[in-house]
C-alpha cells in the first residue's frame, strides 16, 4: 500500500514536471510587470480603478523609456458629443501638411513610415474617380494644373465594418463617435484592414521607430500614446486633443482652412453650419458606412 | 498502464520503417527546420519580413489557409458517396479522410498564428478568458466552427483505432452521427471561410455570392485528388483493399464538382467583363497584369491551364479509367487548385487597394519558408497518424499483440535464471 502511494506521488510530480518547466521558462523570460501586461484584458471591460492603475504604470514606463515626463489620459467620451468633420475640396491644394503635423501629433513610426492621412491627386476631369487617383504625386510645387486633391483618412462611420469584423473586439466606436482601438488587446489579425473601403487602418508591419527628441509626451490611451509591433492603429481625430476642447492637429495645420471640425449635436457649430448651407458629400456612400467625415465644396 | 504501453507502441511504429521511409522522415525534417529558421526571424523582426503591407494586408498566409480548410472539408465530403454507394472499405475511407482532415485543420490554424501580429495574444479571442466577438465576426464564427471540426474527426478516428487496437467492436450508435454530423460540418468550415471574405463590401473582388459555393466546388477536386492518390499508395504498400472502380467513381464524382466550378467561373467572368464596371480593375490585374507586372496573372493562367486539363483528362472516359493518366489528372487539379485558392483568390483582392493604389506583392522567401515549415510539419503528422492507423488496421498492431510480447519478453528474461 504504503509503495503505491509513493509511486502515485512520483507519478504526480513527474506529469507535473513539464508544465513546470515551460512555466518556468516563459517566467525566466520576463519581469511581473510584463506578466501584468500580458494578462491584462480589454480596456472596455476595466473598472475605473484597474484602468487609472495601469494608466499610471504605463506613465512610468514611457517616461523611463524616452526620458521625459508623459501623460497618457484616459478621459471618456463627454455626453452631448459627436464628433463631426468636413473637407473643403475645392480649397485644399494638396500641400500634405495634415499628413506630418498628423505624423508628428500622433507619434507614427517614421520608419518604417506609417501615414493616418493619404492625400489623393486626381483629375479634374474625371471627378473622384481611384481608377486615376496618384498617391505619391511629388512636383516643384502644388497644387498642379488641372488636379485637385482629396484627402483621405478614417471616416469614423456611424456604421463601421472595421469593428463588427474584429474578432476580439479590440476596436469599438466610442459614445462621442470616434473609432478608437485598444493596442493592447488587439492581435494583429488584419481583418479590420481588409473590411476598411478607406484604407483608413494601418499595421505595424515592424517595430515603430519615433526619434525620441520628436515623440509627443502628451497621449491618451486609445489614441497616440506609443505602440507595439504587430498592432493596428488609426486616426482617432486626434482623441487626446478633441476631447479636451481642442481642434485635431490636421485642422489647425491646415493652411487654406479646408478642414473642419466640431459637434454634430451641436446646432450652432461650424460642422452644423456647413451641413446647412454647403452641399456634402460622403465618400463611397454606396457601401452604406455613414461616415461623419463630410467632403464638401466651399468655393 | 495499457495506455502507456499504447503510446509506447505508437512510438515504436513510427521510428521503424524501411530505407525510404527514413529517407523522407529526413528531407520533411530538413525542410521543418529550415522553414523554421526563417519563420524565427519573422517572429524576432516582425511581418515586416515577409512582403505585405498595408496595400495588400493579407497574401500567401491566409490564402495557405483558405486551401487547407478546403483540403479539410472535401476530405470528409467524401464520406456521402462513400455512404450512398456504399463503398465497402468504408470505414478505412472514413479513418483516412478524417485523418487527412485532422492535419488539414491543425495546418490551417497554423497558418493563422504565422499571419498574426501577435501570436501571444491569440486567447483574447477566445470565449471566457478573452472577449470573443461572437456572433458579430466571421473569424470567431470561423474558430468556432474549425474547432468542433476538429473535435468530431479527432473523437471518430481515435475511437475507431482504439476499439479495433483493443479489438473491441466499435460503437456504432455513437459513431454514426457523429460520422453524418462531421459532414455537415465539412460544408460549413469552407462556407464559414468563405464568408469571411464574402461579405466585406470593401473589397468587390470578393464581394459575391459565387464565392462560397465556388469554395465548395474546388475543395471537392482536391481533397478527393490526394486521397486518390493516398488510396493507391496504401493499396500498394499494405493490405488495405480498394477496388478500381471505387476509385474511377470518385473520378466520376470530381469531374462533376470541376464542370459545377468551370462554370462558375465562367459566370462570374462573363458578369464583371460584360458589365465592366470600375471593378474590372481587379479582374484585369488576375488575368492581364497591370503594365509590366503579371506576377499573379502567370499564377492564375498556370492554374486554369492545369485545371482545364485535369478536367478533360477526368471527363474522357478512357483517361479517367487509366490509373496512369487520371493520377496525372489528380496532381494537376491538386495543384490547379492550391494556385487559386493560394495566390490567385487573395492577392488580386487588394490589388488595386481601396484607394485605386497599386502595390505589387510576391510572397517572400521568409513567408514562402514558414510556409514550407507548417506544409512539412503537417506531411509529417499525416505520415505518423497514417502509420500508426496503418498498423492498427492492416498490420495487427492490437492489445493482444503487445501482450504476446512482453510475455514472450518476460520468458527471455527469466531463461537464464
Redesign the interface.
Known amino acids: 500500500m504504503q509503495k503505491k502511494d509513493e509511486n502515485n506521488t512520483r507519478r504526480e510530480f513527474l506529469k507535473k514536471l513539464p508544465v513546470l518547466a515551460i512555466g518556468a521558462a516563459a517566467l525566466s523570460g520576463c519581469n511581473s510587470e510584463e506578466l501584468d501586461e500580458?494578462f491584462q484584458?480589454?480596456f472596455?471591460?476595466l473598472s475605473k480603478a484597474e484602468k487609472a492603475e495601469i494608466i499610471k504604470n504605463l506613465e512610468k514606463k514611457y517616461s523611463e523609456k524616452y526620458g521625459k515626463e508623459f501623460k497618457v489620459s484616459a478621459k471618456p467620451a463627454t455626453e452631448g458629443i459627436l464628433f463631426g468633420y468636413a473637407l473643403d475640396l475645392s480649397r485644399c491644394i494638396g500641400c500634405r501638411k495634415c499628413v506630418y503635423a498628423c505624423v508628428k501629433e500622433n507619434n507614427q513610426s517614421r520608419d518604417?513610415q506609417i501615414h493616418w492621412i493619404?492625400v489623393?491627386q486626381m483629375e479634374k476631369n474625371r471627378g473622384i474617380?481611384?481608377?486615376?487617383?496618384d498617391?505619391h504625386y511629388n512636383p516643384e510645387q502644388v497644387p498642379e494644373e488641372g488636379h485637385f486633391y482629396m484627402p483621405?483618412q478614417c471616416q469614423q462611420c456611424r456604421n463601421p465594418?472595421c469593428t463588427?469584423?474584429?474578432?476580439?473586439?479590440?476596436t469599438w466606436q466610442d459614445e462621442d463617435g470616434i473609432v478608437v482601438v485598444d493596442y493592447n488587446?488587439?492581435?494583429?489579425?488584419?481583418?479590420c484592414?481588409?473590411?476598411?473601403?478607406?484604407?483608413a487602418?494601418?499595421?505595424?508591419?515592424?517595430?515603430p521607430n519615433v526619434p525620441i527628441e520628436e515623440i509627443n509626451p502628451d497621449t491618451h490611451y486609445l489614441g497616440n500614446r506609443p505602440r507595439t509591433?504587430?498592432?493596428?492603429e488609426k486616426c482617432t481625430f486626434c482623441i487626446q486633443r478633441v476631447r479636451e476642447g481642442k481642434y485635431p492637429a490636421c485642422v489647425e495645420i491646415c493652411p487654406t482652412g479646408s478642414r473642419k471640425f466640431g459637434n454634430l449635436l451641436d446646432p450652432n457649430s461650424e460642422i452644423r453650419y456647413i451641413l446647412e448651407n454647403k452641399r456634402v458629400l460622403v465618400f463611397k456612400e454606396e457601401?452604406?458606412t455613414q461616415p461623419k467625415f463630410y467632403y464638401f465644396f466651399g468655393v | 498502464m495499457n495506455f502507456l504501453r499504447f503510446m509506447l507502441g505508437c512510438f515504436k511504429i513510427i521510428t521503424r520503417g524501411g530505407r525510404i521511409y527514413y529517407s523522407c522522415l529526413f528531407f520533411l525534417f530538413i525542410l521543418i527546420v529550415w522553414g523554421a529558421m526563417g519563420y524565427y526571424q519573422q517572429l524576432q523582426?516582425?511581418?515586416?519580413m515577409?512582403n505585405?503591407?498595408?496595400?495588400v494586408?493579407?497574401g500567401f498566409y491566409i490564402g495557405n489557409f483558405t486551401f487547407l480548410v478546403g483540403v479539410a472539408a472535401a476530405a470528409v465530403m467524401l464520406v456521402i458517396p462513400a455512404y450512398i454507394y456504399d463503398w465497402k472499405p468504408i470505414k478505412e475511407i472514413v479513418i483516412f479522410g478524417e485523418i487527412l482532415a485532422i492535419c488539414a485543420v491543425i495546418m490551417s490554424i497554423c497558418f493563422?498564428v504565422v499571419?498574426?501580429?501577435?501570436?501571444?495574444?491569440?486567447w483574447?479571442?477566445l470565449p471566457f478568458v478573452?472577449?470573443?466577438?461572437f456572433p458579430?465576426?466571421?473569424?470567431?464564427w470561423d474558430?468556432f466552427v474549425l474547432f468542433t471540426y476538429f473535435l468530431i474527426n479527432i473523437i471518430v478516428v481515435t475511437h475507431l483505432l482504439y476499439k479495433q487496437f483493443s479489438k473491441k467492436e466499435y460503437n456504432k450508435s455513437f459513431i454514426l452521427p457523429m460520422v453524418l454530423l462531421s459532414i455537415p460540418a465539412a460544408i460549413a468550415i469552407h462556407t464559414v471561410t468563405a464568408f469571411?471574405?464574402n461579405a466585406?463590401?470593401?473589397?468587390p473582388y470578393w464581394n459575391s455570392a459565387l464565392l462560397a459555393p465556388r469554395f465548395l466546388t474546388t475543395a471537392f477536386c482536391s481533397g478527393p485528388a490526394v486521397l486518390i492518390l493516398l488510396f493507391q499508395v496504401l493499396r500498394k504498400t499494405t493490405k488495405f483493399e480498394i477496388k478500381d472502380e471505387v476509385i474511377f467513381t470518385i473520378a466520376e464524382l470530381m469531374v462533376y464538382a470541376m464542370f459545377i466550378y468551370l462554370f462558375f467561373t465562367i459566370s462570374e467572368f462573363f458578369k464583371e467583363f460584360y458589365s465592366n464596371t470600375?471593378h474590372i480593375?481587379y479582374w484585369k490585374y488576375l488575368l492581364l497584369g497591370v503594365a509590366k507586372n503579371r506576377e499573379i496573372a502567370v499564377y492564375s493562367w498556370a492554374s486554369i491551364i492545369m485545371g482545364f486539363s485535369a478536367f478533360l483528362l477526368f471527363l474522357i472516359p478512357r483517361t479517367r479509367k487509366n490509373l496512369v493518366t487520371l493520377n496525372i489528372g489528380a496532381v494537376l487539379i491538386y495543384f490547379s487548385v492550391y494556385l487559386e485558392k493560394g495566390i490567385t483568390l487573395i492577392i488580386p483582392?487588394?490589388t488595386?487597394?481601396?484607394?485605386?493604389?497599386y502595390y505589387f506583392y510576391v510572397p517572400s522567401e521568409i513567408e514562402i519558408r514558414t510556409a514550407v515549415m507548417i506544409f512539412s510539419a503537417g506531411a509529417l503528422l499525416f505520415t505518423f497518424i497514417s502509420k500508426i492507423a496503418i498498423a492498427i488496421l492492416f498490420e495487427g498492431f492490437s492489445i493482444e499483440s503487445l501482450e504476446k510480447k512482453s510475455t514472450i519478453k518476460l520468458k527471455n528474461e527469466t531463461a537464464p535464471l
Open positions: 500580458f484584458q480589454n472596455k471591460t518604417p493619404q489623393l474617380d481611384l481608377a486615376h487617383a498617391i483621405v465594418q463588427t469584423v474584429c474578432p476580439t473586439k479590440a488587446w488587439c492581435i494583429g489579425c488584419r481583418y484592414m481588409a473590411a476598411c473601403p478607406y484604407g487602418r494601418h499595421f505595424n508591419w515592424g517595430e509591433n504587430g498592432v493596428v457601401l452604406n | 523582426v516582425g511581418l515586416i515577409t505585405m503591407r498595408d496595400s494586408s493579407w493563422i499571419d498574426i501580429g501577435n501570436p501571444l495574444r491569440f483574447h479571442m478573452g472577449t470573443m466577438n458579430d465576426s466571421i473569424l470567431s474558430f469571411l471574405y466585406l463590401p470593401a473589397r470600375e480593375v483582392g487588394f488595386p487597394d481601396v484607394q485605386g493604389q
